[in-house]
C-alpha cells in the first residue's frame, strides 16, 4: 500500500444569518480520522499550538484513532437590521502528514450564537486538500508486487508442471502394468499351448502305442496261428476235399496238414494247396456229397 502525504488543505467556510440581533463564534475544526474509528464527534481535546493568525495547529503524530489537525477561531458580527449578515473564513494551511493507515479527513465547524424565532441561515463549505504521493515507496510497492506476480507465475508453472510430471507417471504406470499384463497372458497362453500340443501328442503317442501293440499282437497271433495243425474237422474235410486233387497233388504219405499264410500244407513239406483252391474243392465235395 502507497502512503500518500497531505501537504496542504484550503478551505472555505460562509455562515451567513439574518433577523439575528448579537454576534456568534464560528470554530473551524480540521480532523484525520481512521477509518475503522466512529465519526468525530462534537468535541474533540488535543493539544494545540496558537499561533498569530489563530490558526490552531496539532503535533503530526497522535495515538488516538482521532486527530485534529488545525482549529481556527472566528467572531461573527450582526447589524441591528434585517439584512443578511456573512462571515467568510478562508484558509490555506500547510502540512507534512504522512498517511500511514486508511483515514478520513473531516472539516468541523462549530457555530455558537443566541438565535432568535425568525432567524435565517446559510452555510456554504468548498475543502480542497493536495496529497503527494510517495513515488519511491510506490516503486518499490511496484516492484515487489511484480516479483510476486512472478513467484506466483513460477509456483503456478511449477505446479502445472509437477501436475504434467505425476500423470505421465501414472500413465506410464499403467502402460507398463498393461504390458506386464499382457506378457503375463501371453506367457499363460504359450504354456496352455504347450500343454496342450504335449496332451495331444501324448495321446497321439499312446494311441500309435496301442495301434501298434494291437499290430503287433494281431500279427503275433497270426504267426501262432499260421504253422498250427488243423483240427480234426479241417483234417477230415481236408482228405476229403483233397481226394478230389490229381494224384501229383495228393500227399500219399497221410501227413496231417497245417495251416500257412496262404494255405495249407502237408508236414511231409512235399504238397500245399492255396486258400481258394481249398474253398473251391470244398464247396464242390459239399454239393457232391448233396447229389449222392
Known amino acids: 500500500m502507497v502512503h500518500p502525504t497531505l501537504t496542504s488543505l484550503s478551505y472555505t467556510t460562509k455562515y451567513s444569518t439574518a433577523n439575528d440581533q448579537l454576534p456568534c463564534m464560528v470554530r473551524s475544526n480540521i480532523l484525520l480520522a481512521e477509518t475503522e474509528s466512529e465519526e468525530p464527534e462534537h468535541s474533540v481535546i488535543t493539544d494545540a499550538n496558537t499561533d498569530h493568525h489563530d490558526i ?29 449578515n456573512h462571515f467568510i473564513d478562508r484558509q490555506h494551511i500547510p502540512f507534512n502528514i504522512r498517511i500511514v493507515q486508511s483515514s478520513r479527513l473531516y472539516l468541523q465547524v462549530h457555530i455558537s450564537e443566541y438565535p432568535a424565532e ?19 515507496l510506490r516503486r518499490q510497492l511496484q516492484k515487489r508486487q511484480e516479483a510476486e506476480m512472478r513467484a506466483n507465475d513460477t509456483e503456478a ?7 504434467a510430471r505425476k500423470k505421465a507417471e501414472t500413465q506410464q504406470a499403467a502402460d507398463e502394468q498393461a504390458r506386464d499384463e499382457a506378457e503375463a497372458n501371453r ?49 477230415a474235410r481236408l482228405k476229403d476235399a483233397l481226394s478230389h486233387l490229381p494224384k501229383d ?28 483252391s481249398y474253398s473251391l474243392l470244398y464247396r464242390y465235395c459239399c454239393t457232391y456229397c448233396r447229389r449222392v
Open 118 to 136: 425568525d432567524m435565517l441561515r446559510s452555510l456554504l463549505m468548498d475543502v480542497s486538500p493536495t496529497w503527494l504521493d510517495d513515488q519511491e
Open 56 to 84: 490552531n495547529v496539532v503535533p503530526q503524530t497522535s495515538k488516538g484513532a482521532t486527530v485534529m489537525l488545525s482549529s481556527v477561531l472566528g467572531i461573527k458580527a450582526n447589524d441591528l437590521g434585517n439584512q443578511w
Open 249 to 276: 497233388r495228393e500227399c500219399g504219405g497221410g501227413f496231417a496238414w497245417v495251416q500257412t499264410a496262404t494255405g495249407f500244407r502237408c508236414t511231409g513239406g512235399g504238397h500245399s494247396i492255396s486258400k481258394p
Open 187 to 235: 506367457r499363460a497362453a504359450e504354456e496352455q499351448s504347450a500343454a496342450d500340443a504335449k496332451a495331444r501328442k501324448e495321446a497321439e503317442d499312446e494311441a500309435q502305442k496301442a495301434k501298434s501293440e494291437r499290430k503287433a499282437a494281431e500279427e503275433k497271433a497270426e504267426r501262432e496261428k499260421v504253422g498250427s495243425s488243423a483240427d480234426d474237422k479241417t483234417q
Open 157 to 163: 508453472k511449477v505446479a502445472v508442471e509437477e501436475e
